[in-house]
């Protein structure tokens, strides 16, 4: 007898859930549950693996544009969720060059640029600019981008378009987050600015106060407490081995 979570959730008959000989990743073979990933009937999600996908989303940060092809994936609309993030790349192209085109031929217009071989100067700027193109890195990343997207609208958009493609979910959730991976550089986050963690300052005496519980505020004194230790710990430490390195220095 099947679960919920491992029944179709359009009301298709399905075999009892039972254990069969099963091979499994690492080249081995037991007896296990073979479950469905899709209904073999009708091709939606399994409940259970609707649940995997939703955890994928919640850890990712999907650009807000996508949300309707994210919903459409919930729904088990592979191929609608997938058209819906190419109309969202297009669409965020359009309003922010400026201009009346599509797929190539806006990303071509909208993307390219001239610089001089030698100085690197810019004589044509870009009507959108990813990073402000002052060191080759940043214009290896405009250029590199452009191809990438060039290709994102040659390939599986123009696909997508015109044909009808059964893919299943893996291939439009590669869709949409090749989507927001450009959605998010349009939005001027360039790789070459964003690739390291910026810690930031926090005002624990405002935390402190809007904790009602005074079992909270008690456990936020201990780990502020024992972070103080540490770092006097680590200061220590550093001074013993700067010590240390000058004693060298003095001996040869």
């Not at 009937?41 to 649940?51: E, T, V």
């Not at 230790?229 to 200061?235: D, V, W």
Request: proline fraction near 4%; glycine fraction near 6%; aromatic fraction near 10%.
């Amino acid at each position: 007898m099947r679960s919920k979570k491992y029944s179709c959730p359009n009301g298709c008959a399905l075999p009892p859930r039972k254990k069969e000989l099963k091979e499994f990743d690492n080249g081995t073979y037991g007896f296990a549950y073979r479950d469905f990933i899709f209904c073999p009937c009708c091709g939606s999600l399994m409940p259970y693996s609707l649940d995997k996908i939703k955890g994928f989303f919640d850890v990712f940060n999907l650009h807000p544009s996508l949300e309707r092809a994210k919903e459409l994936v919930y729904k088990s609309e592979f191929e609608a969720a997938a058209r819906e993030s190419f109309i969202a790349v297009e669409t965020s192209l359009k309003k922010k060059s400026g201009l009346d085109l599509h797929g190539s031929d806006l990303v071509t217009k909208a993307l390219s640029y001239d610089a001089d071989k030698n100085t690197g100067e810019i004589k044509k700027a870009p009507l959108i600019a990813i990073n402000n193109l002052k060191s080759d890195s940043d214009r290896n990343e405009q250029r590199g981008i452009m191809y990438m997207l060039m290709g994102f609208f040659q390939g599986p958009r123009n696909l997508y378009q015109h044909n009808h493609i059964g893919s299943g979910v893996s291939n439009s959730i590669s869709v949409l987050v090749e989507a927001s991976f450009f959605l998010h550089l349009l939005d001027g986050n360039s790789i070459t600015k964003n690739g390291r963690w910026i810690p930031t300052l926090v005002d624990y005496r405002e935390i402190y106060r809007k904790m009602p519980k005074r079992r909270d505020r008690w456990k936020l004194i201990r780990m502020l407490k024992r972070r103080a230790r540490f770092i006097k710990k680590n200061e220590k430490i550093e001074v013993v081995h700067g010590a240390s390195d000058e004693n060298e220095v003095d001996n040869k």
